[in-house]
């Protein structure tokens, strides 16, 4: 730390050592591995927060898999969810505060507004330092605060599922108590998906595989489940529950293997708002992958610093809770990886720190 550096920044007392998790992509679960990590220095506008948790999303997989859009970086922090306490400022910082409990965006540089290709480049855990570690060093354009009526765990889910879930009920509209929203898949976007719907007024209806998956959404607020493998029509199941018309907004949360059923189940002038990423190799196609029908599709990606303060507002009204799987302590970071892969499970898996 330069002289200059250590006059400007403020709450910084000594340079304890943390640890970091750091992949090497291609590598399976081989490519995790830790390291010491010096506690970072804030520069100007940026501010360290020591993390207390952090969370798994299909995304990380794919970076450690190299299926995701854009490469890790080698050796890169991994991880975009999580939450901390703000413990150092760099100088001119206004948006954060020592002590603030805070989470970070999912950009680096998304704040407002519409995405462009290039604020899509630059994200935390993939090509900047993420949250599996003892520090992380975040711009204060990307501090978020967290409600504070969640835990840690909670407040450590919300940064990608919640966001992306919540930016895809709300714009370009958002839905409410005349709308019915469609929910397909039930990772943890098909589960923020029907509790912010809830949250809005909607009335719900969900897609699930078991029994056992239907019982646990409708207690989340699901008004009516079909099981999609006792019913493979279900498209015609959400039809017949809507009187024939169809539902104003789909959340289509698994992608190209059930799009043309959501889009069949949609309403005329409805919403398709497709979050499940497609396969590199998308097999047959229709010529029209509208099926001819009058709906909107949008593909979209999380959401800006502005929505995710909009979600933190509804999520303190309402009091909602995220929903949390299992919790591993830090030293057993690997094994939440293998369980997130491996262990179908329902909600959010989370790290903490000790
Ligand atoms: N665009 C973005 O910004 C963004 C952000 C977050 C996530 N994503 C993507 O969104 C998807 C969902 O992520 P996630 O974390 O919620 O969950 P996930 O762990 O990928 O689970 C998806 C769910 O889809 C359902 N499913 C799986 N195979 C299916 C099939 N053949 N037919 C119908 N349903 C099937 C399952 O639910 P049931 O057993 O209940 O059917 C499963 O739990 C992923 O592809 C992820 O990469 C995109």
Redesign the pocket.
């Known amino acids: 730390m330069s002289e200059g550096q250590k006059a400007m920044s403020e709450g910084q007392k000594q340079n304890a050592n943390g640890v970091a998790y750091q992949l090497e992509p291609l590598r399976g679960f081989d490519g995790l591995s830790t390291r010491v990590q010096e506690m970072p220095v804030p520069g100007p506008h940026q501010v360290v927060v020591r993390v207390r948790a952090t969370s798994l999303?299909?995304?990380d997989i794919?970076l450690m898999e190299g299926t995701y859009p854009m490469p890790a970086r080698p050796g890169v922090v991994p991880l975009v969810d999580g939450v901390g306490e703000v413990i150092a400022r760099g100088s001119g910082v206004t948006r954060a505060a020592l002590g603030d409990r805070v989470t970070g965006t999912?950009y680096v540089a998304w704040n407002d507004g519409p995405q462009t290709q290039a604020l899509g480049q630059e994200q935390y855990g993939a090509n900047h330092e993420g949250w599996l570690a003892t520090y992380v060093l975040l711009d204060e354009d990307s501090v978020v605060h967290v409600p504070p009526h969640l835990t840690d765990e909670e407040a450590a889910a919300l940064t990608?599922?919640g966001?992306?879930a919540w930016?895809a009920l709300t714009k370009p509209l958002p839905v409410g108590p005349a709308d019915t929203v469609l929910t397909?898949?039930?990772?943890?976007?098909?589960?923020?998906a029907i509790q912010h719907a809830t949250m809005l007024g909607a009335r719900v209806i969900?897609?699930?595989?078991?029994p056992e998956?239907a019982e646990r959404?409708r207690k989340l607020g699901a008004d009516e489940v079909v099981n999609?493998k006792q019913t493979p029509e279900w498209e015609q199941a959400v039809l017949d529950l809507t009187d024939g018309l169809g539902v104003q907004r789909v959340v289509d949360?698994?992608?190209h293997?059930?799009l043309p059923k959501s889009l069949a189940a949609t309403a005329y002038n409805g919403d398709v708002v497709?979050?499940?990423?497609f396969p590199a190799e998308r097999g047959q196609e229709s010529a029209d992958p509208l099926g001819g029908k009058y709906v909107g599709l949008r593909?979209?990606?999380?959401?800006s610093r502005a929505d995710f303060e909009s979600m933190n507002r509804t999520i303190a009204e309402h009091g909602l809770r995220p929903v949390i799987d299992r919790v591993y302590p830090f030293e057993q970071a690997v094994d939440a990886y293998r369980y997130?892969e491996t262990g179908?499970?329902?909600g959010k898996v989370v790290i903490t720190l000790p």
């Open positions: 999303n299909r995304r794919m999912y990608c599922a966001l992306v930016a397909v898949g039930s990772g943890p976007v098909g589960l923020f969900s897609i699930t595989s078991s998956k959404l999609r949360a698994v992608g293997l059930t497709l979050i499940g990423a593909r979209i990606a999380v959401g997130f179908d499970p329902f």
